[in-house]
């Protein structure tokens, strides 16, 4: 496992302790290096501040505190910290300090194989996510990384990690650079790639070593002493580690003890000395369970197996990767992944929207740049014909005006297109291409109030029977394909009668603006029937795929709003389903 630097990257004020006056970056060093003396040193200036401290202050000593809580495994530390920001954040509306609160407890629950951190740490983001403070922006994606890196989810962390270091390059901070550097250099070392994890490391490294950081850089190089190891220089790797172990048991640092005991055990083991090392490797492992930090084991257990098969205890190695695999299944839950992957998409979708605010903003001032080059080709053509000769000294320039503004003019009409394409992108269900749930609420409520002479609107609410089953049996592959087969019959029997929507896992809208109640109740039995008929894969389990549906017309005095016609047609959908599934079921009927 690869050592995570918990400092303090906020860019905040942190600028007091109980010594006086002390520098951004000598608090964020000693998060790591003196985390006790920082929450002794935090706590003396809360109690002094009092009511009187200011709540970005107070907001930053305390985000001081959690860091190094963390670091100084301070289970005490640190629920003061989170508790103390939830607070804050409640009590002002500070986004910011919620944000700082989640962050702590995500880094926590991952590094201790508990809870849902990844969960944690994208809500956390979701609440600065389009912040206009560009410091907070580069925390926010620094933590991000963090946490995926920690998660050894590799692929998402290398992106983010890359764009915490732009974000940091962008306010002029060296420390954020150096500390998403050595995130990065984990995420590519989890991938397998040695080389490139080696020489993000070494820049890391030397970063530190330039800001006066000595035991960041020291920590840093016991990542890179696994690369070391990798690339067949044990000798260097254990010179490395035992640099960082004698740091880190002067710090009191337990958990950063471990790993680098875990790298001196390899490199032993790789020098030649078997026994030696796995004997340390069952020392290493002790250790952490008596200091009951139980995110580290199933690394560490997983190691010692390894170094007990090269010392020729085999039962020992069965057993030891028995426990890991056993505590490995405990911590990675399907419900888990499923949460972790929704909110995900909905951090992602949140981004893509940032992004066509911003196209739209630059489309803007690229349309304002426009306007002042046709203006002063204007200008200059009137100019021109005041003064012949001054005419042709500056026709040149006129032509390239000219060309500038048509070049203008093609990137805005480009810039459109794209924007126009994420918008549409963010109205799409990306499994079927229909209409997603925001698409369907913006057309229905666009339906409402009812105008004129013609027909009710009528609403369906469908959803797939026991689609679980399928999932289960057959997987998630033969689920998806066919929710898409649903999908598409749902589109070709609506027609132009309306729109088809999917506006949850297995369940479905479709939106009919001007059908009425008997028409609505023949679409919808044709829908049931086109579903139970359809030619299915053997792969996926039973004879055939039913659906169940509940019908609503809209009527203003009984449903008075989208909210009321929606709970009508889900009480119909719900009647369909308590009667049996495999039917349609009208709202009016239940009445």
């Not at 050592?3 to 600028?15: C, K, N």
């Not at 912040?131 to 290398?158: H, N, P």
């Amino acid at each position: 496992m690869s050592r995570h630097l918990v400092a303090m990257v906020l860019l905040l004020p942190l600028a007091a302790h109980a010594g006086g006056a002390m520098s951004i970056n000598a608090l964020r060093g000693r998060a790591v290096t003196d985390p006790h003396g920082v929450i002794v040193d935090v706590r003396q200036r809360l109690d002094r501040g009092g009511a009187n401290l200011a709540p970005a202050d107070e907001r930053a000593l305390l985000w001081g505190m959690g860091t190094a809580a963390i670091n100084a495994d301070d289970e005490a530390a640190f629920a003061e910290s989170t508790l103390r920001l939830d607070s804050l954040g409640h009590a002002r509306g500070d986004a910011v300090a919620l944000a700082a609160s989640g962050f702590l407890r995500a880094r926590h629950d991952v590094a201790n194989g508990i809870g849902d951190g990844l969960g944690e740490a994208l809500r956390a983001a979701a609440r600065v996510q389009g912040s206009g403070d560009a410091q907070i922006v580069a925390w926010a994606r620094f933590q991000l990384c963090d946490a995926y890196a920690l998660d050894e989810s590799a692929t998402k962390a290398l992106a983010l990690c890359r764009r915490a270091e732009e974000s940091y390059r962008a306010v002029g901070d060296a420390w954020g650079i150096a500390d998403a550097e050595n995130d990065e250099g984990i995420a590519l070392a989890t991938l397998g790639r040695t080389r490139e994890s080696a020489a993000v490391y070494q820049r890391s490294r030397r970063r530190f070593a330039g800001l006066g950081a000595t035991e960041l850089a020291v920590m840093v190089g016991d990542n890179l002493s696994k690369m070391y190891l990798k690339l067949a220089r044990p000798r260097k790797a254990l010179s490395l580690s035992r640099t960082s172990l004698a740091h880190e048991l002067a710090a009191g640092r337990i958990s950063d003890s471990l790993d680098s005991s875990t790298d001196i055990a390899r490199a032993e083991a790789e020098l030649g000395h078997p026994r030696q090392a796995y004997a340390m490797m069952q020392a290493t492992v002790a250790r952490a369970r008596a200091a009951g930090i139980d995110g580290q084991l199933v690394d560490l257990l997983r190691s010692e197996s390894e170094l007990a098969e090269r010392a020729g205890h085999m039962r020992d190695a069965v057993a030891q990767l028995r426990e890991a695999l056993k505590r490995t299944a405990a911590t990675s839950t399907p419900a888990l992944r499923a949460i972790e992957a929704e909110l995900e998409a909905r951090y992602a979708v949140r981004e893509k929207e940032l992004r066509i605010h911003d196209l739209e903003r630059e489309n803007r001032i690229k349309g304002l740049a426009l306007q002042a080059a046709r203006a002063e080709a204007r200008q200059r053509e009137e100019a021109r014909r005041r003064d012949v000769l001054v005419g042709r000294v500056t026709g040149g320039a006129l032509a390239g005006l000219l060309l500038v503004a048509v070049l203008l003019f093609l990137l805005l009409r480009a810039q459109r297109r794209h924007a126009a394409e994420l918008r549409l992108q963010a109205l799409r269900d990306p499994l079927t291409g229909i209409d997603n749930r925001r698409a369907f609420l913006q057309h229905a409520g666009a339906l409402l109030p009812l105008r004129g002479d013609a027909p009710a609107p009528v609403l369906m609410l469908i959803d797939v029977d026991h689609f679980k089953r399928i999932n289960d049996s057959a997987g998630h592959p033969q689920g998806d394909r066919v929710l898409v087969q649903v999908s598409t019959l749902l589109c070709e029997a609506v027609g132009t009668h309306g729109r088809v929507s999917r506006i949850g896992g297995e369940e479905f809208a479709v939106l009919c603006p001007t059908l009425g109640a008997e028409a609505g109740m023949r679409l919808a039995e044709t829908l049931r029937a086109g579903v139970a008929g359809l030619p299915l894969s053997s792969k996926v389990g039973p004879e055939r795929v039913t659906v169940s549906i509940g019908v609503a017309v809209f009527d203003a005095l009984r449903h008075l709003d989208l909210d009321g016609w929606m709970r009508a047609a889900d009480a119909a959908l719900y009647a369909a389903k308590s009667s049996g599934r495999d039917q349609a079921v009208a709202a009016a009927r239940m009445d």
